[in-house]
């Protein structure tokens, strides 16, 4: 392993150690100390990484708090909407256990779509079948080949979008 895949992974740790701890050396571990302190000595990264975690931790030490009153009335809805939920006393205190995940899924979940009976597949089926025959029958088909012999040169295509979404240009009129 050479010498930067070991900093590199030093470097990861510090990283790991700042997420968790924070940027004061005074909440890391002893060891965690004595580990990353040369490397931070020595080391612009990794002094780069602890400033950064610092200038977090002011930013969150500014965050408001949440006041004491607030807490309790938090706490207060949360134990009232649970006694409100309360199950029958004929099911067993073991099972009484409420899976919030699967009940937030459902609620999040779309909507199934309806299914449309095979009717209404073979009629639209039967539609576009009629209207294929009236286009071949009638001859536009032809006409249509010729849309695509001016859609195969660029120039043309170019020209053609840019007049309908633009509208005409005052230098062509």
């Known amino acids: 392993m ?20 924070g940027g004061d050396a005074d909440r890391w571990p002893a060891l965690a100390r004595e580990r990353f302190g040369g490397l931070i000595a020595s080391d612009d990264a990794a002094r780069m990484l602890v400033a950064e975690a610092r200038a977090l931790d002011a930013v969150l030490m500014r965050a408001p708090t949440v ?39 459902l609620r999040a979940a779309p909507p199934l779509p309806q299914q449309r009976s095979v009717w209404q597949a073979a009629g639209m089926l039967a539609a576009s079948l009629i209207a294929g025959i009236v286009i071949g029958v009638s001859g536009m088909g032809s006409s249509l080949g010729d849309l695509t012999s001016l859609f195969n040169d ?4 170019t020209a053609t979008l840019s007049l309908a979404v633009d509208g005409p240009d005052e230098d062509v009129l």
């Open 67 to 105: 006041s004491d009153a607030r807490r309790r009335a938090l706490a207060d809805r949360i134990v009232a909407a649970a006694k409100a939920a309360e199950p029958p006393a004929s099911i067993p205190v073991q099972d009484r256990v409420v899976d919030l995940a699967a009940e937030r899924r």
């Open 154 to 157: 660029t120039d043309t295509l």
């Open 2 to 21: 050479s010498a930067d895949d070991k900093r590199n992974i030093e470097l990861e740790a510090l990283q790991s150690l700042l997420d968790s701890h």
